[in-house]
């Protein structure tokens, strides 16, 4: 008997492409970040660090809904950036402008509601009384990734304000005009990930997205290659012997870098910057091996 090895055109209409960007939702990001986060917390040595943590990114969620409207990049300049596949939002340029502020004042006055060591809240007051140059200073710090080592405490609470700040930038503007600008680089702002996710979702299964540190985008990279230079030579993946397997470290032998992969497909209530913070004996792990960490999370400066 033959076979008729025509395909079908119904099943062929029902296969539909991975988007290539996937915008943020300020308005639950951090909540459910902040839960994953207490559920490591829950089980951790580092309980005490985690529950601050998680209190900090309890804040940032309180203030979203009362801060002021962002306001959206003009038409002609995100046709701009998009033809010469620049970010959509430019880091370089921003300004500590009257909403900036409002977030920052808003966040720094909700965690000081949050219980923590006498040093953090040391660090608080000071970058709570900063004044303007102080505050633009720390935010161009935080946005070039030029953090100085004496005052990392106080810029973790600026990029915990600019983390909220971006992510509602970002969910301002049409997923679908997000374009590549290059390897390790989200489309939206620029900012580097802070680890990649392998997912199931209806319309991409098995797919990889790079979840950004800054805006929480996520923008669809092909698997087995460095999140950090593109290659795909010398891809290697390395996790704590007797884990999950949810979340291991992606190496890369071009580079000598690596960037954590996590299987949100086997495990949904992974959240990359709270797996991030809550996987960090992965990075103890790694440390004392050839590679050094490429992904950047506020909440594990020094790592």
Known sequence: MSQDLKPDPTVIGAVS??????????????????????????????KPYLDFVAGLIEAQQAIVPTLPPVEAPAPEKLERVRAFEM???????????????ATLDQLFDAAARVP???????????????????RAQMVRDVLAHDLPVERLAEHVYVAAGLQVHFARRAAALEAKKLVPVGDGVCPCCGGPPVASL???????????????????????????????????????YQEIEGSPGTVK???????????????????VTIEPVADDIGTLGLDLMMRQGPYRRAAFNPFLLGY
Not at 87 to 101: C, F, S, V, W
Not at 210 to 231: D, K, M, N, P, Q
């Open 198 to 236: 392998i997912v199931e979702w209806p319309n991409a299964h098995g797919n990889r997205f790079c979840a950004c540190s800054l805006c929480s985008t996520l923008w669809h990279y092909v698997r087995i290659r460095c999140c950090a230079c593109g290659t795909t030579k010398g891809i290697g």
């Open 17 to 46: 492409a991975p988007p290539f960007a996937v915008l943020p939702d300020p308005a639950r990001l951090f909540g459910v970040r902040a839960k994953r986060l207490r559920t490591y917390a829950a089980v951790s040595p580092l």
């Open 249 to 267: 470290a992606e190496t890369c032998d071009e580079c000598h870098t690596y960037v954590k992969v996590m299987y949100q497909n086997k495990d």
């Open 116 to 134: 923590m060591p006498e040093e953090a809240a040391a660090a608080l007051t000071r970058v709570r009384l900063a004044d303007g140059p102080v």
């Open 87 to 101: 970010p959509a939002l430019e880091r370089a340029t921003t300004l500590l402008d009257d909403t900036l502020e």
